[in-house]
């Protein structure tokens, strides 16, 4: 599938993102020239698309290769989307080659490299802002569990509940196993709630398979999504808690499977160094037939 040259302001083009083909992965709206779009037309482009976010270009210098981002909800905008930046930079480096790119998004600059494989297919490696991680209160993590309907008893102590940070705050819950991970059946409105009163973005549900290989889900009500099936966001902000706790690997990096329980498979691999406060993810995005 040869992409276009060319979009208007009222193109959408839809990608998945975090798989190698289009019925896995996160799908993503991407509007590569948004620069006459309102923000009211944002939302509501991104609502029409349904998905859980859609990326707008509102800004471009292709001469430097750099880039303003904004993304959106169906129902709110967000400072930063990890598989919408995948599409986005993937859809642009089918269009003006693989190379370096930078996004000024609100979270900060996000540097992102792209190449081909040797199979043709583009791969994107994003540079996180610096990420944080803090232990989460007692009531956050009370509040969660409750409209989880989970129980303390479910959650690894191993890898205690934190709040983490790679541009939006996601809060960190690990539980002891994957049949806790794939029952997953929680209260809409209660969850909301929870996030919006703490300013989270999703809530990053992980199980540890070994120390270098983790499946996760991520709840995203706020968004007025049930669950998405690949977090870029998320993951960077999970290597940045890893890197907190001690608890990376040797080689630093960790591979994360999502949406497996929602029949969309997704890949995600996370580099993370003990010294850097920044996080890259890696993965691939592919074109949704319109």
């Known amino acids: 599938m040869t992409p276009p ?90 269009r003006i080659g693989p190379g370096d790119l930078v996004f000024d998004t609100q979270a900060g600059e996000i540097r992102v490299e792209t190449a081909v494989d040797s199979g043709g297919a583009v791969r994107a490696t994003i540079t996180s802002v610096p990420t944080r991680s803090r232990p989460a209160q007692a009531a956050e993590v009370d509040a969660t569990l409750s409209a989880l309907g989970w129980e303390h008893a479910d959650l690894d102590p191993a890898l205690p509940p934190h709040v983490a940070f790679a541009g939006n705050d996601h809060l960190m819950l690990a539980t002891v196993s994957r049949a806790r991970l794939a029952d997953l059946d929680y209260d809409f409105e209660a969850l909301a709630e929870v996030m919006q009163q703490h300013g989270w973005t999703t809530v990053h549900l992980v199980w540890r398979e070994s120390d270098d290989h983790y499946h996760a889900r991520d709840p995203f009500p706020i968004g007025g999504v049930v669950e998405d099936p690949a977090t870029g966001a998320a993951a960077a902000a999970f290597g940045g808690y890893l890197r907190t706790l001690g608890m990376l690997p040797t080689a630093g990096v960790i591979s994360i499977r999502q949406g497996e329980d929602m029949g969309r498979p997704s890949d995600l691999t996370v580099k993370a160094d003990p010294h850097d406060a920044r996080v890259r993810v890696i993965g691939h995005a592919v074109p949704i037939d319109q």
């Open 5 to 94: 040259t060319h979009t208007t302001a009222t193109d959408v083009l839809r990608y998945t993102a975090f798989a190698s083909s289009p019925d896995g992965g996160n799908p993503a709206g991407v509007v590569l020239d948004a620069t006459r779009l309102g923000q009211e037309r944002m939302l509501a482009t991104a609502a029409e698309v349904g998905y859980s976010e859609t990326a707008f270009v509102t800004a471009r210098d292709e001469d430097k290769r750099v880039f303003t981002l904004r993304y959106f909800s169906p129902l709110t905008e967000v400072a930063f989307c990890g598989h919408a930046t995948v599409a986005t930079a993937v859809a642009l480096a089918e």
